[in-house]
């Protein structure tokens, strides 16, 4: 199983990117799909995620409102839609899948981690 994130870059405040994760050797229309980030000094932080048991979409609460998790299901790849975005927003995105039922924002139930992207935002 292999999935690449791209689409990282730098984007001046209140700017948008969007970033993607084409996956290889796993179906993500049958796994748990998941964005997490993790900023230097702190820990890894689940920023949205797609739960297997009903469809149900997650936000954490920086997120809501400004980011949108989606998958192409005809490309196997998993998107994340970044609005508004702020300095703090800036951090090492992953995506990552998960082939169980636990709650998808969590860091350690996911099996599979793409290499991370830096989303850098100035102000």
């Known amino acids: 199983v292999q999935l690449q994130a791209s689409g990282g870059g730098e984007v001046q405040a209140g700017g948008s990117l969007r970033l993607s994760c084409a996956a290889s050797g796993i179906s993500l229309d049958y796994v748990q799909i998941a964005w997490f980030r993790q900023a230097p000094g702190k820990e890894r932080e689940g920023v949205a995620c797609?739960?297997?048991?009903?469809?149900?979409?997650y936000y954490s609460d920086s997120s809501k409102g400004r980011f949108t998790i989606s998958r192409d299901s005809a490309k196997n790849t998993m998107y994340l839609q970044m609005n508004r975005l702020k300095p703090e927003d800036t951090a090492v995105y992953y995506c990552?899948?998960?082939?169980?039922?636990?709650?998808?924002?969590?860091?350690?139930?996911?099996?599979?981690w793409g290499k991370g992207t830096q989303v850098t935002v100035s102000s």
């Open positions: 990552a899948s998960d082939e169980g039922w636990g709650y998808c924002l969590n860091y350690y139930q996911m099996d599979y």
């Open positions: 797609v739960s297997n048991t009903d469809g149900t979409t």
